[in-house]
């Protein structure tokens, strides 16, 4: 088992940056991809980024590219999502995951998953 627990949502305004942070326990942490989805309301859940367990190698969505930074630190057990340049459209609940499979986006292929956070966007 592994638990997740997000933490840094909040409000900010319309191209401002905040990150987020996931703590992770339980399993060797540093051999699951982890990925940041988000859900914003009456609309599915979408995968944000995803970072390698080993090489750091990492996948974004394309609406995120460029303005968002997925990290990790193995040591601590945390991956980081630094977001940047925030539109409305970014508003959501994010997750964290974990995932035993390489790199991947797809929701179903995560075995783990946070409680969220929220994120504000004012336009």
């Known amino acids: 088992q592994v638990q997740l627990v997000e933490s840094g949502g909040g409000l900010v305004q319309a191209g401002g940056s905040l990150t987020l942070s996931c703590a992770a326990s339980g399993r060797t942490f540093s051999q699951y991809t982890m990925g940041w989805f988000r859900q914003a309301p009456g609309k599915e859940r979408k995968f944000v980024a995803a970072i390698s367990w080993s090489r750091g190698s990492t996948r974004y969505e394309d609406s995120v590219k460029g303005r968002f930074t997925i990290s990790r630190d193995n040591a601590k057990n945390t991956v980081y999502l630094q977001m940047n340049a925030l539109k409305p459209e970014d508003a959501a609940v994010y997750y964290c995951?974990?995932?035993?499979?390489?790199?991947?986006?797809?929701?179903?292929?995560?075995?783990?998953w946070g409680q969220g956070t929220q994120v504000t966007v004012s336009s």
């Open positions: 995951a974990a995932s035993s499979s390489m790199l991947v986006t797809m929701e179903s292929l995560y075995n783990y």
